[in-house]
């Protein structure tokens, strides 16, 4: 079964040809540049973009793979959550595909993506926890199965990968702000800014991050001069309460597991945010203590992709699930 998936909730443009033996014949990710400017993405310039990349993108794949669209037997796209516009180009690109090739098309959520992802390159054991830490989610699931996820959390303001977003700006550097935080809090002091903890002892599984921000933006207009050496510690003391935050969720989370009898034996980090190596070590380190693992997908899977997309779609098939060339697109599709 060789599937096409095509990726565009967001501001990365992505196509995968991909067999149910998990070869990736081809996959292409073209991160929109454009948006850079702003600080953030601009859902036009992202949907103008979808729609001049998708075409020659989708050309460059079948070249690389070697076939022709006729050998591709199942078409997939992410038809929600997003940025409406992006959804619509890719979903209705990938439908006319379908459509012309009289195959079938499936309809697939970004989050189950996201939350499968691991699975392309993990030994799994369900049920599993999975940690969405993007710029759009920041959420909490149990993976009990395929087409079977129970959400335990989520943020009640912005997400993790935004919080990540909106500091870097405030620090002057630019979009996305997740790698530039990381890199300059490799030199600084985790200990220099004491900043809020939100929801501490909320005792539940959400999260806030808005107040951090909030705070940081305080300490930033007192400090006359942005200095490296301030952006440093600023960024430092930022990723350690982002620490604690998911340290004090994962605590709250073993609790809530051992109530219900769930031994709970990997915790999946998936998204964006999960490229920040002193967020994986820290939580890697913290999981030994629950005899637990932590389980990340491949690095090409963790910011937005179709690989993902394709991935899930072969195993959703496996599950008999039908074409759906109706689907409509949903930019608040949940699971
Ligand atoms: O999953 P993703 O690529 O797209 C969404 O679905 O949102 O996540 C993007 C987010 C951005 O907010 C970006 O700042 C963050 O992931 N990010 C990181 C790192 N690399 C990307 N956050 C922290 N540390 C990183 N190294
Ligand atoms: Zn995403």
């Known amino acids: 079964m060789l599937v096409f998936a095509v990726e565009t909730s ?3 443009t992505s196509v995968c040809i991909i067999n149910e033996n998990k070869d990736i014949l081809s996959h292409i990710v073209f991160s ?15 949907s103008r973009a979808h729609l001049q990349i998708l075409q020659e993108i989708t050309r460059k794949s079948l070249i690389k793979s070697n076939i022709t669209i006729k050998d591709i037997d199942v078409f ?3 038809c929600g959550p997003g940025l409406i516009g992006g ?10 595909l379908a ?7 499936i309809p697939i959520n970004h989050l189950e993506g996201h939350l499968l992802s691991p699975t392309y390159n993990n030994p799994i054991q369900f049920p599993y926890v999975a940690f969405l830490l993007t710029g759009g989610h920041t959420q909490i699931y149990l993976v009990n199965d395929i ?3 129970e959400l335990l959390g989520e943020t009640l303001d912005d997400a993790i990968g935004e919080a990540f977003d909106k500091v870097s700006k405030l620090l002057g550097m630019t979009y996305p702000g ?8 490799s030199k600084g002091n985790v200990d220099k800014f004491s900043l809020p903890h939100p929801m501490k002892k909320s005792g539940d599984l959400n999260f806030s991050f808005s107040g951090i921000k909030t705070a940081i933006n305080l300490i930033v207009k007192k400090n006359k001069e942005i200095k490296k050496d301030f952006i440093s510690d600023i960024s430092a003391s930022f990723q350690k309460t982002i620490i604690n935050i998911l340290q004090n969720k994962l605590e709250i989370l073993f609790k809530v597991m051992l109530k219900r009898n769930l031994h709970i034996k990997q915790v999946a980090l998936v998204g964006g945010v999960a490229k920040n190596q002193y967020i994986r070590n820290n939580i890697k380190m913290f999981l030994s203590n629950y005899d637990c693992s932590i389980m990340l997908p491949p690095e090409f899977m963790l910011s937005d992709n179709a690989a993902m997309i394709g991935w899930s779609c072969i195993q959703k098939k ?17 699971l």
């Open 99 to 105: 459509l012309n090739s009289k195959k079938p098309f």
């Open 318 to 334: 496996y599950n008999n699930l039908v074409s759906d060339i109706h689907f409509k697109v949903n930019p608040r599709l949940s």
């Open 76 to 78: 997939c796209a992410t």
């Open 10 to 12: 967001c501001d990365e």
């Open 178 to 185: 997740g790698p530039e935080i990381e890199m300059m809090a």
């Open 32 to 46: 929109q540049e454009n948006h850079k400017k702003f600080g953030g993405v601009i859902p036009e310039l992202a």
């Open 147 to 149: 087409n079977n996820y």
């Open 87 to 96: 959804l619509l180009v890719g979903s209705t690109f990938t439908k006319s």
